[in-house]
């Protein structure tokens, strides 16, 4: 089934967003990971908000341990993110 996770990660920046899609080898309109249904991000007054969703909970576990996790760290981001999950009903694509 599959998920939507939100991260909000607190005193980082678009720049260290970047950074980390680059480590990542991703670009904006390119493919997504294995699994990885949609993404956004966006500046919060405290950090960044980023807006996932997944085929499942453990393909995200599996990327987030292994990617996100790292290169945030890489690039200076002070904390994992606060992370909310949710069971998605239904989504659309274009």
Not at 71 to 84: D, L, M, N, R, T
């Amino acid at each position: 089934m599959a998920v939507a996770i939100v991260m909000n990660f607190k005193g980082a920046t678009l720049d260290q967003y970047d950074q980390v899609i680059k480590k990542m080898g991703l670009y904006l309109g390119g493919p997504s990971p294995d699994g990885a249904l949609f993404h956004w991000v966006t500046g919060t007054d405290e950090g960044i908000k980023v807006v996932d969703v997944w085929e499942t909970q453990e393909q995200f576990d599996k990327f987030s341990q292994e990617q996100i996790g790292p290169y945030s760290q890489e690039v200076g981001i002070p904390a994992p993110p606060e992370v909310k999950t949710y069971q998605v009903h239904n989504y659309l694509t274009a």
